[in-house]
């Protein structure tokens, strides 16, 4: 980016991200039963049976269509919650440029951005984690998304429903600034674009290694998420998962490193080649925002 350009309005940082997310949707919508196997790989204690084993077990005891449930509070969530991602990490990235009296972005500052974009993003998130994950539970006897939120609310009050609020404050962090300090690596490394083409494709690769990375970095906080989220409270009982690093100890005591992992797989193959969209999008519709409004954000 040149350094003549003024930077864009907060109000088009989030219509981009909004944007992006949208065409995330569209685009990987049919690997939305990722999801589902992913959270049950991660509730498991047992030994994983891997992806197709997965698959295979959800379908023949439940049927194709449990695949689908609990996809309603992330699919209503995915434009504003990569609304807040970029334009948190626009606000961030600025703000630290900042104080730091740099005169552009160098990969700590993008890294330490992309952190704290992460953990604006995760107190948006929280309650449709909570529900999506205690619909797609095995053991699930919710109606609906509405009727866990209303057991919820009733049985553990209104903060109920930000449970496994640190664990999505980690995982969020994390992959954001694995997302977003990646990027910038990866940018670096490329041949400079010579068309519109060229720039399109450097963002789309540049995003999709950063979702690899990303993913890479943060499945463990993923796996504490789904496992602290997925138990009722019960008063006076302390939950064997509670706090993030205490719960990785034990996960990894109990079942091995490996379990930390699991769910990496469907996980990954939904986020990396998303993350590539994301930024092929929104910089596409930052583009076209820097032509609309004129001089001098050109």
Known sequence: MSEQKKPLPFAANFAAGAIAGISEILTFYPLGAMSCVKTRMQLSTEKSQGLFGSFKTIIREEGFGRLYRGLVPPLLLEAPKRAVKFAANDFWGKTYLSMSGEAKMNQQLSILTGCSAGATESFVVVPFELVKIRLQDKNSTYAG????????????????????????????????????????????????????????????????VGGFVGTLVNTPFDVVKSRIQSVTKVPGVKPKYNWTYPALVTIFREEGPGALYKGFVPKVLRLAPGGGVLLLVVEFTLGMFRQVLGPPYI
């Open 145 to 208: 998304p509405m009727d866990v939120v209303k057991q919820i609310v009733k049985k553990e009050g209104v903060l109920g429903l930000y449970a496994g609020m640190e664990s999505t404050f980690w995982r969020h962090l994390w992959w954001n600034g694995g997302y977003f300090g990646c990027i910038f690596q990866v940018r670096t490394m490329l041949p400079k674009a010579e068309t519109q083409q060229g720039v399109l494709l450097n963002n789309f690769i540049s995003g999709s």
